[in-house]
């Protein structure tokens, strides 16, 4: 028996075993968290794509490299100097829609309060919530398409010059009027900011997310994408189903009653609310209320 303990003492005398500390799980689990949201998001865009051409590339150097191919070795490294570059271009795409998902975070509005955009007044009432809801499935019942994008924190100026202006109080009657077919305005989308419709056949970015379903068509995709640049909050009425739709954050959510549609809408207008308090506190801050008195004077 102490045969075997001196044997096993001698394989395991050269063993290091580090002491880990509190800190040490912390950043395991941080790390973690990290490649398991690169992963997931690596594996929604086209970045899933690239990746497995580039996993592609590396085989074939290293196949390279195992059979001595020495000018295909010789390019290589003379390329190794702009790879990190032309990775940084081939990505550009997913990678600002990254940044862009990352600073739309509630986290970066609290400890940036200053970046709140938003002027008093601008968010929408409760009769404007019952005209939105109300017109969205007065259109599902006959299926008429429409696409219909709510502005929250985050403006959609660069969209709302790529249509024709309106600037009209929102009401029922009128978003059925611009969304009947063959109208001059019923093609595209239309931007809600407040009560007010102030732009409509706007064109929208088109989403990429390979997760949408083939059966949806442009109206969705275009409302999807929009909430992937945006904190925008989009309705999408089907003109093949009626179904009703909306889209936030990035996600799709399809099939919609009235009752969950109301609801949603007032879980923004009561998180705009908060944010409208939080931007009339920094306000000075930004010296907009010296600018406002002296444009009412």
Not at 190 to 197: E, P, S, T
């Amino acid at each position: 028996m102490e045969v075997i303990i001196q044997q096993l003492k001698s394989y395991t005398s050269g063993f290091y075993l580090p002491k880990i500390q509190a800190i040490d799980i912390i950043e395991i689990l941080i790390i973690s968290v990290l490649l398991y949201y690169c992963i997931v998001w690596i594996k929604s865009t086209r970045a899933y794509t690239l990746l497995k051409g580039i996993l592609f590339v590396g085989i074939f150097i290293l196949l390279a490299d195992l059979f001595q191919m020495s000018t295909v070795l010789w390019i290589v490294k003379n390329l190794a100097a702009v790879a990190a570059t032309a990775v940084v271009i081939i990505f550009q795409p997913e990678l600002r829609k990254a940044l862009e998902q990352l600073g739309q975070k509630n986290l970066i509005s609290r400890m940036m309060p200053f970046e709140a955009g938003k002027d008093e007044g601008e968010f929408f009432t409760d009769k404007t919530i019952t005209e939105l809801v109300r017109a969205t499935f007065d259109m599902s019942e006959v299926k008429t398409g429409a696409l219909m994008v709510i502005e929250q924190n985050i403006l959609l100026s660069e969209y709302e010059n790529t249509g024709i202006t309106l600037d009209s109080i929102l009401t029922s009657q009128l978003l059925v009027n611009i969304f009947e077919h063959n109208t001059p305005l019923h093609d595209g989308a239309i931007i809600v900011r407040g009560d007010r419709i102030v732009s409509a056949t706007c064109y929208l970015p088109l989403s990429d997310s390979l997760s949408v379903s083939k059966e949806l068509g442009t109206r969705h995709r275009a409302g999807l994408g929009i909430s992937e640049v945006s904190d925008s909050f989009t309705i999408i009425v089907s003109e093949e189903t009626g179904r009703v739709s909306y889209a936030q954050g990035g996600k799709l959510t399809t099939g919609v009653t009235p009752s969950e549609l109301r609801e949603q809408l007032h879980r923004i207008q009561k998180k705009s609310n908060w944010t409208d308090g939080k931007t009339k506190k920094f306000r000075i801050w930004k010296g907009r209320d010296k600018h406002e008195e002296t444009a009412n004077e």
